[in-house]
């Protein structure tokens, strides 16, 4: 990190939630030192590209090591210690103007022989010299070695690194050395699937009137046509439905609710595209109380968890109707998009913030993404996954089985073991 | 989360200090720590396998820890090489072609296609000073072009107006027939979102490709993706050849990793980067920002733009020495805080800097604004020598700048007290930044 910003940081992590607000004025006079920090910063490299002398003559200067300047490095193939020759005379951050270079051939595709599999390396204990010997020496270097590959099928399916290697070392710690491959797989889908399982927990359905079911997630992720199997399904098991198109916001997000709700024969309560989806939510309740319908589904617009705002909007839907009917909303559930990585730990994470998530609905399940986050999810946050969707019709929603999600994570283990020692874009 | 890779760098490095030359031996566990960063940043398996093959035979023998702070070296080699293996530099669409050039969107369901069809043809329309047309061949997704139609409209691009029961090559030979008579100079197809794997639908873009005969075709990809970014790019590529690469939703708090994966399996440039609902929301891609981003380095070279753009060095020459000399006034300080706002959300600034990512939503909270809000009317019902001196400000003064801006005299009181409190800490922060402070405080390099 660029040292001057290190103070400015240090200054401003004091900053907690509840003291942001009056460091207000503190925040923009340190943002504008930063930002002509920068201004000069970068006019420097511009200007007069030799750093060493430049500082000389700058005492009152701090020396700044800017990550940033990797920008205007000449090559990256030149040593790091030599000082970079003079710097582009444009400016270093809009590079579209220089000739665009000749295509660099994608480092990953290059080599057409298979590399030898190194393994992911990430065991410090692999590269300790003693603990090898004594892995020689008790014979589970083997061990290790069938772990590594447990720990690289569960990252690859997007399990994160630290929850795949928490998953495997616990599973390690029970096994014996002597035990088979097989065995270990088998033991770590049973941890899994525990671990899964734990986080189960029954559905919240109030003793009288509508159950209602708030769904959420970022853009994108499937919120509206979960909302359309969930509504055919729950007309199915619980009677009448009303979905509430609370989405005001994306371009003919109503109209597509509108669609599926003619298909599911759901009725459909709307307001105008850009009025309160507080509103909207309030009127399905209302309408389902006076019409005596057993559940409620309000879809709600994608938003990212790093929008303030859009989070408040969510928080008041929530207020709003648990305003109208105590209790309510019953359920709340996050969509995650199964191709989702790691950063839907962060989506569950605010949004449970936000408001009390009940579940996860994880789909696009039918892709070849295996959704293994939800692992991380379910051991951090216990929250359950409720339903997976697996394709787009309104049929292809399947209620969670933990032990099946397992089996999937795993298959095509050993194919894939076989292909990551060859090159993936052969 | 995790710390910065800075930090755990920092670790590594201090304990391999006065060992010279990187070796085999010695730069594994700074490797590991790399590795970790990457995966964490949703960079696939083998991607991240090859890379750190790839850095570790390129650093061996260079002089990297012989520097005083060689995590930051070691970095910056790193982010160099993960750079170079985006593309490098930023790359422009071609638009010298016969026109109309014609561009296909494709990608997975709910990757940013049809929004991204709409901001495209916002950029070749304003920017660019062309005649686009907007097409929707999805004939799937309930109301996709009723979407595509109302974000035409806000953006005033004309959409070839289309039905659902038409066949989607049908609609791709009437978009090209009609840009003929009506002489659009640009073409962009929507398609429905579909899996590489479903057969069905990779046919119809066969045809559909066949059809057009696109110059680009461009895979619309999500940067919150993880590790099957691989598997899907390799799908689209192999069927269609891809061309390019827009990465959507890079407003989110994602690193991006799986920017690092689709590259590396199509050799494709990432050209655009998606970065907000909003159809302006549409930036030239850098691949240096995105290697900083996947690094845990935050989007520092976003703000030195931001910054280049609204500060002379004058003016910043000027502010630096108010800040030393304590004599920053109130309204220095008022017109910060118009410079900023002009630049963006204090949240967004925030959250460019590496660090600041957690504290950056809350700035933005409505709490905050409501503040800031506050603070401008208390300001606007200062008069011009109390805002150049605030040592003024009695009871009475305070009392009628109370009533002129709706608030109370303790928040006025607040607000003074505040000013003061910042003013001190900016005479120290920028005393502070002589080599001396900062070696002092161990941050020197
Ligand atoms: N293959 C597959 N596609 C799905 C699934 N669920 C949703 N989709 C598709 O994903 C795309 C986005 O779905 P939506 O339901 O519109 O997503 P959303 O979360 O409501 O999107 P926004 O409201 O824009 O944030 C559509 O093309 C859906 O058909 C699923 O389980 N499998
Ligand atoms: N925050 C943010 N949202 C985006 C961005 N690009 C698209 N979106 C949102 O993502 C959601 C899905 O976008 P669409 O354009 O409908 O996606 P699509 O690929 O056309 O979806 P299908 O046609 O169903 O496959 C919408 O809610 C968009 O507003 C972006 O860069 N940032
Ligand atoms: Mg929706
Ligand atoms: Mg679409």
């Known amino acids: 990190m660029p040292d001057f910003i290190t103070v400015i940081v240090s200054q401003l992590s004091f900053v907690d939630r509840l003291a942001l607000v009056a460091a207000a004025s503190q925040i923009v006079a340190l943002l504008a030192a930063i930002l002509i920090e920068f201004s000069a910063r970068k006019r420097r490299w511009v200007q007069a590209p030799a750093p060493a002398t430049e500082q000389a003559g700058r005492a009152a200067r701090p020396e700044i090591v800017l990550a940033e300047e990797i920008a205007s490095w000449p090559s990256p193939r030149a040593p790091s210690v030599t000082p970079p020759p003079p710097a582009p005379a444009e400016p270093v951050a809009r590079p579209s103007v220089e000739p665009p270079p000749a295509p660099a051939e994608p480092a990953a595709a290059a080599p057409a022989k298979a590399p030898a599999r190194i393994g992911l390396g990430l065991r410090r204990t692999r590269e300790n010299l003693l603990a090898r010997i004594r892995a020689a020496i008790t014979g589970s270097a083997k061990l290790d070695e069938i772990c590594e590959g447990l720990e690289e099928a569960l990252i690859a399916a997007d399990v994160g690194v630290q929850a795949s290697l928490k998953l495997v070392e616990a599973v390690r710690a029970r096994v014996r050395d002597g035990s088979g491959s097989a065995a270990i797989r088998e033991a770590l889908k049973d941890e899994i699937a525990r671990m899964l399982a734990a986080s189960e927990r029954p559905l919240n359905i109030p003793a009288e009137g509508p159950l209602v079911v708030m769904l959420a997630g970022v853009n994108g992720a499937g919120k509206t046509t979960t909302a359309a199997k969930l509504a055919a399904r729950m007309k199915a098991e619980r009677g009448p439905v009303i979905v509430a198109a609370a989405d005001t916001f994306r371009a003919a997000a109503i109209e597509q609710l509108e669609v599926w709700c003619g298909r599911v024969g759901a009725d459909l309560i709307k307001q105008n595209q850009g009025s309160d989806p507080a509103a909207v939510a309030f009127d399905a309740i209302k309408a389902a109380v006076a019409r005596n319908v057993s559940t409620v589904l309000i879809d709600t617009a994608g938003r990212l968890q790093t929008k303030v705002n859009l989070m408040e909007e969510l928080k008041k839907i929530a207020r709003v109707a648990g305003r109208e009917l105590p209790g309510a909303p019953h359920e709340c559930w996050l969509v995650l998009d199964a191709t989702t990585g790691q950063n839907a730990l962060s989506q569950a994470k605010i949004f449970g913030d936000a408001v009390a998530l009940t579940g996860v609905v994880l789909a696009k399940l039918d892709s070849t993404a295996k959704g293994g986050v939800v692992v991380a999810i379910a051991e951090q946050l216990k929250l359950p996954v409720r339903f997976v969707g697996v394709g787009e019709n309104v049929e292809d929603l399947r209620v969670f089985d933990a032990r099946e999600f397992v089996e999937a994570l795993f298959a095509e283990d050993e194919s894939r073991a076989e292909v990551s020692s060859g090159s993936y874009a052969a | ?445």
């Open chain 2, 1 to 445: 989360m995790f710390d910065t890779l800075s930090d755990r760098l920092e670790g590594v490095f201090k304990r391999l200090k006065g060992q010279g030359r990187v070796t085999e031996r010695n730069i594994e566990e700074a490797l590991r720590e790399v590795r970790l960063a990457l995966l964490e940043a949703d960079v696939n398996l083998r991607v991240v396998r090859d890379f750190i093959e790839h850095v570790k035979h390129k650093a061996l023998g260079q002089e990297v820890l012989a520097s005083l702070t060689p995590e930051q070296h070691f970095i910056r080699f790193v982010a160099v090489e993960l750079r170079e293996m985006m593309g490098g530099s930023a790359r422009e669409l071609d638009l010298k072609v016969k026109p109309p050039v014609k561009i296909l969107l494709v990608g997975l369901q709910g990757s940013g296609k049809t929004t991204s069809a709409a901001k495209l043809a916002r950029l070749l329309k304003e920017e660019r000073k062309r005649h686009p047309l907007l097409v929707s061949t999805d004939v799937r997704r309930p109301a996709a072009m009723e979407q595509l139609r109302v974000l035409g409209g806000q953006i005033g691009v004309p959409v070839l107006e289309t039905r659902e029961t038409e066949d989607p090559i049908e609609i791709a030979s009437r978009a090209l027939a009609r840009s003929e008579t009506a002489g659009y100079d640009a073409i962009i197809f929507d398609t429905a979102g579909r899996l590489q794997i479903d057969e069905d639908l990779m046919d119809e873009l066969g045809r559909l490709r066949a059809a057009v005969q696109p110059h680009h075709i461009l895979l619309v990809a999500d940067a919150m993706t993880g590790q099957d970014a691989v598997n899907v790019a390799q799908g689209f590529h192999e069927r269609l050849t891809i061309s390019g690469l827009i990465l959507t939703k890079l407003d989110s708090d994602a690193r991006g990793g799986a920017a690092l994966s689709v590259r590396a399996v199509t050799g494709a440039p990432i050209l655009f980067a998606g970065t907000g609902e909003k159809l302006a929301a549409l930036e030239v891609f850098h691949p240096d920002r995105l290697a900083s981003r996947i690094l845990g380095m935050g989007d520092v070279l976003s703000l030195i733009e931001k910054a280049q753009q609204n500060y002379d060095q004058a003016k910043a020459k000027e502010l630096e020495r108010k800040f030393k000399k304590n004599e920053f006034t109130i309204t220095d300080f008022a017109e910060q805080l118009r410079t900023l706002r002009k630049m963006g959300s204090l949240g967004e600034l925030l959250g460019m800097i590496p660090g600041l990512k957690k504290i950056a939503g809350q700035a933005d909270s409505e709490q905050a604004k409501r503040e800031l809000v506050r603070i401008q009317a208390i300001i606007d019902s200062m008069t011009l020598q109390e805002r150049n001196n605030h040592l003024i400000l009695n009871g009475r003064r305070r009392a009628r700048i109370a009533t002129g801006s709706g608030t109370s005299v303790q928040e006025v009181n607040r607000f003074v007290k505040q000013f003061e409190q910042t003013r001190k800490m900016m005479k120290k922060i920028t005393r502070g930044t002589g080599r001396g402070m900062m070696r002092g405080l161990g941050l020197g390099s």
